[in-house]
């Protein structure tokens, strides 16, 4: 094992920790009693979910002609939704498979969570894509399934097809990466288990593991292999669903930036929602001494980075534009700026771009309340994108006649409702029955980086000259 | 094969202790036969001396393999069976079959590999592990070993394995 004491890294365990206390500390959530405050969120998230249930239900029952949408915005709401879920989920596989291939030991305490949401979220982004399908009992004409009709095929050709793929894959990699990350410490659960349901529970999920040394070898190339796939499916994913727009011909969705534009808003929200959940979570699961200042600060550090390129794919747009000198481009631009819909234009503005230079300071950056509140203000901006994007490029169509607005009705707002209520229920669920944070490989980068560790190493001063990668 | 295997099994602190300790019993002629840990420690199946794992050349052929199918299938759909005029573009339209088939060889590659990596290492859901010590999953580093394989006398290979650091020698029968 390897293990070099950075001087100019921050501790990313406090506390002075031992490996067992990490085990106990992560444990003790799982093993005791549903606290107060967990039974008062599962509640609250549980009713939320109800009430979208029911939302969603009539949605399905009656069709999508419940929503608000017209002749001319033919798009709002879901797929608004949609991107925005899908753009969330990103930061998990990011940070468990960017970060893993650039070693950065911090992914450590907050990739487990992280994960889960990737998962969750795209749940979520699933919903809308069931539910403005119309029929969602058809869903698998979106399928290369052999049929009556021909047999007919679907269109490989077509953008919305990969979506179909991209999305699919994207949550059956990430659900196998998350499973394969949780199989060791459902193990340790299972050999501190005290009761016979989690003894049977734990021990048909954690598969027989038993962490021999043969096992631990093909595991980490598993992993290594897994994190070298998802990263450019990560990529892939948002590139298509860019591609949903930017290979169309309307105005303001027909343009080459939508790609990179698109992965780097969807790492900017997932990082933001990543931040607010483990917030959140820290307090309530007291982590704080695995989530540190040190995590909340290179969040935000990315936040600031993402944010500012998405500001410049802003900017750079809107010179393309005018630049390109199409004028159907440049009234687009210069409508959603300027038209009925420039509240929202520069909602967008200022939460995604203006916002985020706040962590410029460090004293912000550092601050768990601001970092929180922006955290949010960041996720509500991204979903003004998605929607300027979309319902901005739509209402102004062609011909003044076919003019229009959108406005949301309540079934439209009752299954954004649904989606939360999914998400929440679900990251109530997991945090209460799963693992948190990752405790095999906290405890394999303790040393090192952790108050305990690397003072009081007992092994004798020939051992430790070993120290390199 | 004796029904009931016995086994010494040696309790360490440290990670970086048991990986000494696996050069330090080997080179006194004790064979290992696994050590199990809390986490992966880099080196140790080297040290114990575990052949390479081919995980990597699964996972390879099934991302060809995925390829191959994904492709064959858009290929067939496509051109042969159900060719469209699109603008009177060719049906064989490469391009626009890249992320599709992207997405099939990773999907391919991601479930062969870890099914792979379950059936090689005989994982499976609600199988009974084989534990030496239940504190190998939290913080012990436990080394086991195979006395029918082994010459030399416990004695003899309990006095090696504290020599080498082991805090606690147990027996283990199965």
Not at chain 1, 147 to 170: K, R
Not at chain 1, 191 to 208: I, M
Not at chain 1, 432 to 449: A, D, Q, R, T
């Amino acid at each position: 094992m390897s293990h070099v004491v950075s001087p100019i890294r921050e501790t990313l365990v406090s506390g002075g920790k031992s490996y067992h206390d990490v085990t106990n500390d992560v444990c003790k959530q799982v093993e005791g009693e549903p606290t107060k405050e967990w039974k008062i969120a599962f509640g609250v998230s549980c009713l939320v979910f109800a009430y979208g249930a029911y939302c969603l239900g009539y949605t399905w029952w009656q069709g999508i002609g419940v929503w608000g949408l017209n002749k001319t915005v033919g798009w709002a709401w879901d797929i608004t939704n949609f991107v925005w879920w899908v753009g969330i989920g990103h930061a998990g596989t990011l940070i468990s498979a960017v970060l893993l291939l650039f070693r950065q030991k911090w992914r450590t305490s907050i990739n487990r969570s992280a994960e889960a949401m990737t998962i969750f979220a795209v749940l979520c982004a699933a919903s809308f894509i069931l539910a403005h399908m119309g029929r969602p009992w058809l869903f698998h004409w979106a399928l290369p399934l052999p049929n009556t009709f021909g047999s007919l095929w679907v269109n490989f050709n077509s953008p919305l097809v990969w979506d179909v793929f991209a999305i699919s894959t994207y949550l059956s990699v990430s659900l196998v990466f998350w499973y394969m990350g949780l199989v060791p410490d459902l193990a340790t659960i299972r050999d501190r288990a005290q009761t016979k349901a989690s003894k049977f529970w734990y021990g048909a999920f954690s598969l027989g593991w038993t962490g021999s040394a043969k096992t631990w070898a093909r595991y980490e190339y598993v992993s290594l292999i897994l994190a070298g796939i998802s990263t450019p499916l990560v990529l892939s994913v948002h590139t298509i669903v860019s591609m949903d727009f930017a290979t169309s011909v309307i105005p303001g969705w027909h343009t080459t930036i939508f790609p990179p534009y698109f992965v780097a808003g969807a790492i900017f929200s997932g990082f933001a929602m990543v931040q607010s959940l483990l917030l959140i979570t820290r307090v309530v699961f007291k982590l704080e001494d695995y989530i540190t200042i040190e995590h909340i600060e290179m969040m935000n550090i990315i936040i600031t980075v993402t944010g500012s390129i998405v500001g410049i794919a802003y900017l750079t747009e809107f010179f393309i534009a005018w630049y390109s000198g199409v004028e159907y481009e440049s009234y687009c631009f210069i409508n959603r700026a300027t038209g009925p819909y420039w509240w929202a234009y520069w909602m967008m503005m200022t939460c995604n771009v203006i916002s985020p230079q706040l962590f410029w300071f460090k004293k912000i950056r550092q601050s768990i309340l601001v970092s929180f509140i922006l955290s949010v203000i960041v996720n509500v901006g991204m979903w003004f994108e998605r929607f300027v994007i979309i319902v901005s490029s739509l209402h102004r169509d062609y011909i003044p006649s076919s003019w229009a607005m959108f406005s949301p009705t309540m079934y439209d707002i009752g299954d954004y409702i649904f989606s939360f209520g999914l998400f929440f229920t679900l990251f109530f669920l997991f945090a209460k029955f799963l693992p948190v944070i990752n405790m095999f490989e906290v405890k394999s980068v303790m040393k090192g980086v952790s108050t305990n560790y690397p003072y009081k190493k007992k092994s004798s001063g020939e051992k430790s000259k070993e120290t390199v990668h | 094969m004796d029904s009931t295997e016995r086994y010494l099994v040696g309790v360490y602190d440290d990670d970086e202790e048991v990986l000494h300790a696996v050069t330090e019993v080997k080179s006194n002629g004790v064979k290992i036969e696994e050590v199990y840990t809390p986490f992966p420690i880099h080196g140790l199946d080297v040290a114990i001396g575990h052949p390479r794992t081919r995980i990597p050349i699964a996972a390879f052929l099934f991302g060809c393999l995925g390829l191959v199918c994904i492709f064959s299938l858009i290929n067939y759909t496509m051109v042969f069976d159900w060719p469209m005029i699109i603008g009177g573009k060719d049906f064989f339209a490469l391009p626009d079959w890249i992320p599709v088939s992207f997405e099939g060889t990773v999907l391919f590659t991601a479930f062969g590999m870890v099914g792979t990596f379950l059936v090689s290492n005989s994982l499976w859901p609600g199988k009974q592990p084989r534990t030496f010590d239940l504190r190998s999953t939290d913080d012990k580093f436990i080394m086991a070993i195979n006395m029918s394989n082994n010459k030399k006398s416990e004695a003899e290979i309990e006095s090696i394995l504290r020599a080498s650091g082991a805090v606690e020698v147990n027996v283990k029968q199965f």
